[in-house]
T-cell receptor, first 113, second 119 residues
Framework: GNSVTQMEGPVTLSEEAFLTINCTYTATGYPSLFWYVQYPGEGLQLLLKATKADDKGSNKGFEATYRKETTSFHLEKGSVQVSDSAVYFCALRQNTGFQKLVFGTGTRLLVSP | GAGVSQSPSNKVTEKGKDVELRCDPISGHTALYWYRQSLGQGLEFLIYFQGNSAPDKSGLPSDRFSAERTGGSVSTLTIQRTQQEDSAVYLC?????????????????FGPGTRLLVL
């Protein structure tokens, strides 16, 4: 079946540090890939997405590239801010048939000043 | 426009009681999803509605869980005879449609969730 694996957290960084949160997936065919973010006390928000191989999703300084050869969708940001502290979820969705989201376990990011 | 709304935001109940959780999707969205976020289980899919089609209930953990969607809009998730392991945040999401690849119509927009605590 489909699954998503994310790196364990928490990830603790100082402000302006470089961020990478690893995400790999297992799926048949060509799923769409997503990063969702959950800020403290808030609901899930879509951060970025990519729908086909080699696509790069980007938003708010975050980027992730759909790598089919390595079945990965790693999240990166060049310079994190305290306000980026949140839980980040990688997810996939099949583009045929039933299209539920399959989520990773989430990675908590803590950014200190 | 308004996003997905859910009520109540918090619910505390006693073991064995029934609870109803409500979701109001974004107006015009034909697809509606329920997920559950719990410690140790992460985010799990529960049930999905698409237009007038029969719902996909493949994610419901037991027959104590049921959901309906009236008039293609508001949805209610019902948990009967609640157990302590039902304690979780129940999330609702909606999207414009589910068919086809690419495009903003596929993006699922989430509500703030209902935090359920079963004592």
């Amino acid at each position: 079946g489909n699954s998503v694996t994310q790196m364990e957290g928490p990830v603790t960084l100082s402000e302006e540090a470089f961020l990478t949160i690893n995400c790999t997936y297992t799926a048949t065919g060509y799923p769409s890939l997503f990063w969702y973010v959950q800020y403290p006390g808030e609901g899930l928000q879509l951060l970025l997405k990519a729908t086909k191989a080699d696509d790069k999703g980007s938003n708010k300084g975050f980027e992730a590239t759909y790598r089919k050869e390595t079945t990965s969708f790693h999240l990166e940001k060049g310079s994190v801010q305290v306000s980026d502290s949140a839980v980040y979820f990688c997810a996939l969705r099949q583009n045929t048939g039933f299209q539920k989201l399959v989520f990773g376990t989430g990675t908590r990011l803590l950014v200190s000043p | 426009g308004a996003g997905v709304s859910q009520s109540p935001s918090n619910k505390v109940t006693e073991k064995g009681k029934d609870v109803e959780l409500r979701c109001d999707p974004i107006s015009g969205h034909t697809a509606l999803y329920w997920y559950r976020q719990s410690l140790g289980q992460g985010l799990e899919f529960l049930i999905y509605f698409q237009g007038n089609s029969a719902p996909d209930k493949s994610g419901l953990p037991s027959d104590r869980f049921s959901a309906e969607r009236t008039g293609g809009s508001v949805s209610t998730l019902t948990i009967q005879r609640t157990q302590q392991e039902d304690s979780a945040v129940y999330l609702c999401a909606s999207s414009l449609r589910t068919s086809g690849a690419g495009g903003s119509g596929e993006t699922q927009y989430f509500g703030p969730g209902t935090r359920l605590l079963v004592l």
